[in-house]
C-alpha cells in the first residue's frame, strides 16, 4: 500500500518552492497562534497561490472558534484540530465548511486515547506524541506499541519524530495510511531542501 506524505509548519515561500520541487500529497499550514510556525489568512492565500495545485492544502488549528477557521478555509481542502476539541464542535464544523475533510490530531498517552478519537466524527486521525508543553511539532516520538496494539478503524497518519532514520521502520512497522512530518526535516527552523527530498524518496521507494 503507498504511504501517504504530509509535510507540515509550510510558512515560507522558499518551502512551498521546495515541495513543488519534490512534492509530498498534503502540506500542513498552522493557523493558530502562538505557534512560531503560524501564518496569518493573507500569507497562506499567497502561499497556496504559488504551491502546486494538485498539493492538497491542511490547515491545523487548536482550539479554533468557527469564525478563526472561516478566514482560511477557502484555501483549505482540510481542516485539522490539534487541540481539545469536541465532537459537537465538530460537527458545527461539519455543517460550516462541507466541501473539506477534518482530520483530528491526538497526543497518544493510553489506548484509551486513541478509542476516544475514533470515535469522533472525523475522516482520518494523527496519532502524535504527548507533550506537556506544546500540541504538536515536538519532534518527539510517538508511543509507536500502543498504536500498533491498538489500531483505530479510521485511516490515520503516524506523526511524531519521524524522519528519513526512522520512517522505514515506522511504515513497516506501524502501518500507517501516511506519515507527518515537520520538525525533522528542517535545519535551523527552516524547511531543509535535502532532508525533504531524502525522506519523499525513501517513502516512495
Given at each position: 500500500?503507498?504511504?501517504?506524505?504530509?509535510?507540515?509548519?509550510?510558512?515560507?515561500?522558499?518551502?512551498?518552492?521546495?515541495?513543488?520541487?519534490?512534492?509530498?500529497?498534503?502540506?500542513?499550514?498552522?493557523?493558530?497562534?502562538?505557534?512560531?510556525?503560524?501564518?496569518?489568512?493573507?500569507?497562506?492565500?499567497?502561499?497556496?497561490?504559488?504551491?502546486?495545485?494538485?498539493?492538497?492544502?491542511?490547515?491545523?488549528?487548536?482550539?479554533p472558534t468557527i469564525e478563526e477557521i472561516s478566514k482560511y478555509a477557502d484555501w483549505l481542502d482540510v481542516i485539522q484540530l490539534h487541540g481539545e476539541e469536541?465532537?459537537?464542535?465538530?460537527?458545527?464544523?461539519?455543517?460550516?465548511?462541507?466541501?473539506?475533510?477534518?482530520?483530528?490530531?491526538?497526543?497518544?498517552?493510553?489506548?484509551?486515547?486513541?478509542?476516544?478519537?475514533?470515535?469522533?466524527?472525523?475522516?482520518?486521525?494523527?496519532?502524535?506524541?504527548?507533550?506537556?508543553?506544546?500540541?504538536?511539532?515536538?519532534?518527539?516520538?510517538?508511543?509507536?506499541?500502543?498504536?500498533?496494539?491498538?489500531?483505530?478503524?479510521?485511516?490515520?497518519?503516524?506523526?511524531?519524530?519521524?524522519?528519513?532514520?526512522?520512517?522505514?521502520?515506522?511504515?513497516?512497522?506501524?502501518?500507517?495510511?501516511?506519515?507527518?512530518?515537520?520538525?525533522?526535516?528542517?535545519?535551523?527552523?527552516?524547511?531543509?531542501?535535502?532532508?525533504?527530498?531524502?525522506?519523499?524518496?525513501?517513502?516512495?521507494?
Open positions: 500500500m503507498r504511504t501517504t506524505i504530509k509535510i507540515c509548519g509550510i510558512r515560507r515561500r522558499g518551502d512551498v518552492e521546495i515541495l513543488n520541487q519534490y512534492p509530498p500529497d498534503y502540506a500542513g499550514f498552522i493557523c493558530s497562534k502562538p505557534f512560531w510556525r503560524y501564518v496569518s489568512p493573507e500569507q497562506l492565500n499567497d502561499l497556496h497561490q504559488n504551491l502546486n495545485k494538485h498539493i492538497r492544502r491542511v490547515g491545523v488549528f487548536v482550539n469536541t465532537a459537537d464542535f465538530i460537527r458545527q464544523i461539519s455543517e460550516n465548511f462541507w466541501s473539506v475533510q477534518i482530520w483530528k490530531a491526538v497526543r497518544i498517552r493510553t489506548p484509551e486515547d486513541i478509542q476516544k478519537a475514533d470515535a469522533l466524527p472525523v475522516d482520518r486521525l494523527v496519532l502524535d506524541s504527548f507533550s506537556e508543553a506544546s500540541h504538536g511539532g515536538t519532534g518527539t516520538l510517538a508511543p509507536w506499541n500502543i498504536i500498533k496494539e491498538n489500531r483505530p478503524e479510521k485511516p490515520f497518519f503516524l506523526a511524531g519524530g519521524i524522519s528519513d532514520k526512522n520512517v522505514s521502520d515506522a511504515v513497516r512497522e506501524v502501518q500507517p495510511f501516511g506519515v507527518d512530518v515537520s520538525s525533522s526535516v528542517e535545519t535551523d527552523r527552516y524547511k531543509d531542501i535535502d532532508k525533504i527530498k531524502n525522506i519523499i524518496q525513501i517513502i516512495r521507494s
